[in-house]
C-alpha cells in the first residue's frame, strides 16, 4: 500500500498505476475513489498544502494540493493528448501512457512518444479560472492555516518567481527523476507537433538568456479578482469529471495535482511576439491577449488538475465542512443547547454597536442570518435587504460598525458610495470578447456574503453614464437579488444571494425590503472608544460561539406548520380590514420573512405561535418609528 508520503507527493505515479491496471474510461472513477478514500479520514485534508496560505514555490511540482476558491470564469473546453504511446529505445518495447491529470505529456529519458500511433486517444477537459473567495475575512484565512498540518519546505526544484526565464532556468525547476511515475526531465512532448526550438548548447543558452535580460518584463496580468485589494493566488482548474455540478460563482475546495512548468506561460519576447507552449499553442486561432488571459504565468496562476471537487455550503474554519454527519450533529449538540444566551449576548453587543438601539439591534441580527431560499417567478424569497437609516454624519461610524460585522462574519465587503466610486468601479461582469474572458465585478460575490453599501459618504457632483448604470446595477441587486451581465449584445441575469446592508444618515436611495431607522437613547460620543470596548469583549470561546451561531443558524431548514398557516391567514384578513394600506401583500410578505429569521435566531426551524406574535410586535414597533420620520425619511 502507498505510504502518504507517496500519495502526497507523487500522486502521477499512483494515477499511472491506476491506469495500468483499469485503463482510461474508469480512470477519473478510480482515481477520485482513491484518493477520496485516503482523505476520508479524520484531519486527513489537513496534511494536504493548500494554495490558499502556502507560498508557491515551498511546493513541490506534481504534488498533491487543495484550493479553497469561488469559480469566477469558465473557459471554453480544452484538447490534450489523454491516452499516448511511448517506446523505449534501448528496449524497443512500446506502452501506454495517461494523459490526464497533467499539462504536458512526458516520458523518461530513455523513452520517446509516438505521436503517430492509432492508439493514441484525444480527449477534452474543462478549464475553470478560479479566485480566492472575494471578501473572505482574515479571521476565516487566519483559521484555516492554523488549522492546517502540512509540512512544507521551500521546493528545491522550484525558484522564486521571475519576470523571465532563460532555458537554463527552466530545466534547473525540473522535479527529480522518479521511476515509478514519468518526469519532466524527459521529454515535454504535445499533443501537437511541438514548435519549442531545438536545444542548444550551453554558450547559446547563456547568450540567449544575457540578451533577453535587459529586455522589458512582461506585464503582470490581470488576475481579475472580483473585490479590489483582494490578495492570494488565481488558478487555473483542470476538471475531468462532469462538471454540471460547478457552477459561476460557486465556493469550491478542489484537491489535484499541481502543475507549475513555466512552458505553459506566454510572455513577450523583445520583438513583441507572443511565445507559448505546444500543447496550448491555439495558432491562429487564438491573439495575444486571449493567450494572456488563458495562458498566464504558472508563478502568478498556477494549473490544478481537480482530481476531487467539495462545493462548500460554508467557509467557518471552526465547524465541520458537512454539517450533517454524525459526528458534526454530535458536535453541534452543545451549540444548539446554548443558541438562547448566545443570541441574548450577541444582541446585546448589537445593540451597544448601534448606539443602544435595542429594535434597530434585532433587525441587523435577523439581516446577519438572511438568506434567498427559493424563487417564485422573479420574486427571491427570503431576501431582507437592510437600509440602517439616521447614522450619525460627520464621522467614521459605518467604518467601526463594518470592522465589527467583518469579525463576525466569514464573508462581507464594504463599498463606499462616492462619485469616485460609482464613476469608476467595474459594479457588474462584463464579457471581454477579444480576451474572451469574463472580466469581474463587485457583484461578482458569492452566496450569502455580506455586502455593506455606506450611503453617508455621498457628495454633491455629476453620475457619469457608469455612474448611473452601476447605481441601477445595485438597486437591482437589492431589490431583486439578481445580476445582469454585460454580454455587449445582450445583458443576461444571473441570480444571486446577497446580504445587502445600507448605512445612511436619511432614507436610502434604493428601495429596501426593510428600513429601521437608527433611535439612539442619548447622543452618540466617544465611538472610537466605544467600539475598541466591543471588539476587547469578542474574544475566545465566546467569539467562535458566535461565529458559529450565525453560520449554522443561516443553514437551517425552515418549515411552516399547517396550523400556523391558518393562523396567518386569519390574522392577515384581521390586521387588513382594520388598517388596509398597512397590510399589502407586500407586508406580509415582509412579516413572514422577520417570522422565520426570528425563529431560526432561537433555534426553532418551525413557526410558533410565540414567534409569530414576537415578530408582529418587532413589525409594529419599526412600521411606526418609520412613521414618525419626516416623510422624505420614511419608507416603510
Given amino acids: 500500500m502507498p505510504s502518504v508520503e507517496d500519495w502526497l507527493h507523487n500522486p502521477l505515479g499512483i494515477i499511472q498505476g491506476i491506469f495500468d491496471q483499469h485503463g482510461d474510461p474508469e480512470l477519473p472513477q478510480k482515481v477520485g475513489e482513491y484518493f477520496q478514500n485516503r482523505l476520508g479520514g479524520k484531519d486527513a485534508l489537513a496534511w494536504v498544502p493548500s494554495l490558499n496560505d502556502t507560498p508557491l514555490h515551498h511546493l513541490k511540482p506534481n504534488s498533491l494540493v487543495k484550493f479553497r476558491c469561488m469559480v469566477q470564469d469558465m473557459f471554453d473546453p480544452e484538447f490534450y493528448l489523454g491516452v499516448y504511446e511511448v517506446t523505449d529505445t534501448k528496449l524497443g518495447t512500446k506502452s501506454m501512457r495517461s494523459g490526464r491529470y497533467k499539462d504536458i505529456a512526458e516520458c523518461l529519458p530513455h523513452q520517446e512518444i509516438n505521436l503517430d500511433s492509432p492508439q493514441n486517444v484525444t480527449l477534452d477537459r474543462q478549464t475553470l479560472y478560479c479566485v480566492p473567495v472575494p471578501g473572505e475575512n482574515p479571521w476565516v484565512k487566519q483559521g484555516f492555516t ?30 527529480l527523476p522518479d521511476i515509478s511515475a514519468p518526469t519532466s526531465e524527459g521529454q515535454n512532448c504535445s499533443n501537437e507537433v511541438s514548435n519549442a526550438p531545438e536545444p542548444e548548447n550551453a554558450e547559446a543558452k547563456r547568450t540567449r538568456t544575457e540578451d ?41 475546495e478542489f484537491v489535484g495535482v499541481l502543475s507549475i512548468d513555466p512552458a505553459l506561460a506566454t510572455f513577450n519576447t523583445t520583438t513583441g511576439e507572443t511565445g507559448t507552449s505546444a500543447y496550448e499553442d491555439g495558432g491562429d486561432m487564438m491573439d495575444i491577449e486571449e493567450q494572456a488571459a488563458h495562458s498566464p504565468p504558472p508563478s502568478l496562476v498556477p494549473r490544478l488538475h481537480a482530481i476531487l471537487a467539495y462545493n462548500l455550503v460554508h467557509i467557518n474554519p471552526g465547524l465541520p465542512v458537512n454539517l450533517t454527519t454524525p459526528t458534526a450533529l454530535s458536535g453541534l449538540s452543545t451549540l444548539t443547547s446554548e443558541v438562547a444566551q448566545i443570541r441574548q449576548q450577541l444582541c446585546s453587543l448589537l445593540t451597544e454597536a448601534l448606539l443602544g438601539d435595542s429594535l434597530a439591534a434585532e433587525y441587523l441580527l435577523l439581516h446577519l442570518i438572511s438568506s434567498v431560499y427559493g424563487r417564485r417567478d ?11 437609516s439616521g447614522c450619525p454624519s460627520e464621522t467614521s461610524y459605518p467604518q467601526l460598525l463594518y470592522r465589527l460585522l467583518q469579525d463576525l462574519t466569514t464573508k462581507s465587503h464594504f463599498l463606499p458610495l462616492t462619485l469616485a466610486n460609482m464613476n469608476s ?47 441601477q446595477a445595485l438597486g437591482t441587486a437589492v431589490q431583486w437579488q439578481k445580476v445582469d451581465y454585460d454580454f455587449d449584445f445582450h445583458k443576461t441575469e444571473f441570480p444571486c444571494n446577497l446580504r445587502m446592508l445600507l448605512l445612511s444618515e436619511g432614507r436610502s436611495l434604493i428601495q429596501t425590503d426593510c428600513q429601521v431607522p437608527l433611535q439612539p437613547p442619548s447622543p452618540p460620543q466617544q465611538l472610537e472608544r466605544t467600539f475598541h470596548r466591543i471588539q476587547a ?8 460561539k458566535v461565529r458559529s451561531y450565525l453560520t449554522v443558524t443561516e443553514l437551517m431548514e425552515y418549515t411552516l406548520p399547517e396550523g400556523m398557516q391558518k393562523v396567518i391567514e386569519e390574522d392577515f384578513v384581521q390586521m387588513r380590514s382594520a388598517n388596509p394600506k398597512n397590510m399589502t401583500a407586500e407586508d406580509l410578505h415582509s412579516l413572514l420573512v422577520v417570522a422565520r429569521l426570528l425563529a431560526l435566531s432561537i433555534g426553532q426551524t418551525t413557526l410558533s405561535q410565540e414567534v409569530w406574535d414576537r415578530a408582529k410586535q418587532l413589525e409594529t414597533e419599526r412600521k411606526a418609528r418609520v412613521k414618525a420620520q419626516p416623510q422624505t425619511q420614511a419608507r416603510s
Fill in 537 to 544: 469583549s469578542l474574544t475566545g470561546d465566546y467569539l467562535t
Fill in 425 to 471: 468601479l467595474r459594479i457588474t461582469p462584463k464579457k471581454d470578447y477579444t480576451a474572451n474572458r469574463l472580466l469581474s465585478g463587485v457583484l461578482q460575490l458569492s452566496e450569502r456574503t455580506l455586502l455593506v453599501l455606506d450611503e453617508t459618504q455621498l457628495e454633491p457632483g455629476q453620475l457619469q453614464t457608469t455612474g448611473v448604470l452601476n447605481v
Fill in 212 to 252: 533577453e535580460a535587459g529586455a522589458l518584463p512582461s506585464p503582470i496580468p490581470d488576475l481579475n479578482f472580483p473585490l479590489p485589494g483582494e490578495t492570494g493566488p488565481a488558478c487555473l482548474v483542470k476538471v475531468y469529471q462532469s462538471s454540471d455540478s460547478l457552477k459561476l460563482n460557486d465556493v469550491v
Fill in 146 to 175: 492554523s488549522s492546517s498540518q502540512a509540512r512544507v519546505l521551500p521546493s528545491t526544484s522550484y525558484q522564486p518567481v521571475r519576470n523571465k526565464r532563460g532555458l537554463e532556468e527552466e530545466e534547473d525547476q525540473t522535479p
Fill in 378 to 388: 422573479v420574486v427571491a424569497l427570503g431576501k431582507f435587504s437592510l437600509n440602517i
